[in-house]
């Protein structure tokens, strides 16, 4: 199977690119949401995600990797939600904006805008080039 591509929303002021990068290794956990928590399950080890701040920002950040696939959430009780383990890959060369987004013609059909409260989105191998050529200008 081929590497899928995602996109992973945080709140920076909860969890920010610099706090996983301090860490170096993350805990994707916390999704509620059952299409959210299906993307998490589908995950594999080497996908790549951008990392997206969300509410404050509202701009892609940077590249992480999936690091371990098909964890339970620790924080579920009752075992019933998805979670996978992140790293680090790089910083964008400049943040992509929701706004840039919004605007751009060739990103018609991305989950971040017609699926705008999606946590843990697909982004498309054409949306993945796109969006690097516009942070890289």
């Known amino acids: 199977m081929s590497k899928r591509y995602w996109l ?4 920076p002021d909860a969890y920010s690119w610099d706090d996983l990068v301090a860490e170096g290794e993350g805990t994707w956990d916390g999704v509620r ?4 928590a299906k993307n998490l399950r589908t995950m594999q080890v080497g996908d790549e ?23 339970t959430d620790p924080t579920d009780p009752e075992g019933k939600w998805a979670a996978v383990k992140v790293r680090p890959v790089r910083k964008l060369a400049n943040p992509v904006t929701l706004k840039q987004i919004k605007a751009d013609p060739s990103l018609p059909d991305i989950e971040l805008v017609k699926l705008s409260r999606l946590s843990v989105a697909v982004i498309t191998p054409e949306e993945w080039a796109h969006i690097l050529s516009v942070s890289e200008g």
């Open 33 to 36: 949401n059952h299409r959210a």
């Open 49 to 71: 995600a951008f990392f997206y701040h969300s509410n404050i920002g509202k701009e892609i950040v940077g590249i992480a990797t999936i690091s371990q696939a098909g964890l």
């Open 8 to 11: 992973m929303k945080s709140e």
